[in-house]
């Protein structure tokens, strides 16, 4: 396995390029976000967004029915489905149809329960999803699934705190050997603050970003950016380096103009012309 780390540049991304938007919708992918909670329905809504704003075509939020109709509202462009009381049936019928049949399937924004997520995140991977990204909660709890039931197309995008719970322990110091560590220990591609690892050991890093990027919400929009290039039908390693280049570079520019202390709305609402101007 080698060592190296491939730095991310534009024209890397250039060379790796973007599919073809075709002439519909349905050809840009399908992203369903599985989350949400009464304290924090903004998660979805920032995931949700940052899916469409990096070019998928539809997308779907799956959250509690406390909150269905206020997400509905505020993301109108968004299908949203609402999930079971029951605890023994976290996701029904209709939605558990809908998570077999999307391109990928995000889960954890929003979430503030571990049981809940537990339950749920079993239940997204008995229903058969294509490709799942985890978040939050859900890698949290990821250590408590068997990680035979989840799919073989699987990318995770882990802060440091949440790191540290996959590895079972600290982080060492290393981020490389440690994200490395994660990815093959779940068999998936992990993004953990810019430094995206493969299964297989190759590695890329995002040298962008900056301290702007450290406020509310930031996490979801990386993470809805992520889904959505996974579901455009992009490699999965290509589809978690260009959603953190995507998220860093954004936060960049907007550090630049306005200045530190933009919002997570902002910062997904600047992925569109951070990905124009990078094909450019």
């Known amino acids: 396995m080698s060592s190296r780390v491939e730095p991310v540049t534009p024209a890397l991304l250039r060379a790796w390029g973007l599919p073809s938007p075709g002439d519909s919708k349905k050809s840009r992918g399908d992203v369903l976000v599985v989350g949400g909670s009464r304290r924090s329905p903004g998660g979805v809504l920032l995931a949700g967004e940052a899916a469409l704003r990096v070019g998928a075509g539809r997308v779907g939020l799956a959250v509690p029915q406390s909150i269905d109709a206020h997400v509905g509202i505020a993301l109108p462009e968004a299908g949203i489905f609402a999930l079971p009381d029951a605890a023994d049936d976290p996701l029904g019928e209709e939605l558990g149809g809908r998570v077999a049949s999307v391109d990928t399937v995000l889960v954890g924004p929003g979430f503030d329960e571990p049981d809940e997520t537990r339950a749920t995140l079993i239940a997204v991977a008995a229903a058969g999803p294509r490709s799942v990204v985890l978040d939050a909660f ?105 959603g953190a280049w995507a998220h860093a570079r954004a936060g960049a520019r907007l550090t630049e103009d306005p200045g530190l202390g933009f919002l997570a709305r902002e910062l997904a609402r600047e992925l569109t012309p951070t990905i124009r101007d990078t094909l450019r």
């Open 138 to 242: 859900a890698l949290g709890v990821l250590p408590e699934i068997d990680r035979a039931t989840l799919p073989d197309d699987l990318i995770l995008s882990p802060n440091k705190d949440e790191a540290a719970i996959l590895l079972g322990r600290e982080l060492v110091g290393d981020d490389v050997a440690d994200v490395r560590e994660i990815a093959r220990t779940f068999r998936a591609v992990v993004n953990c603050y810019g430094l995206v690892a493969h299964p297989d050991g190759r590695a890329w890093r995002v040298n962008e970003g900056g301290g702007g990027l450290g406020t509310s919400g930031s996490g979801d929009v990386l993470a809805g950016a992520i889904a959505g290039f996974a579901a455009r039908g992009v490699d999965l390693e290509q589809a978690a380096v260009w």
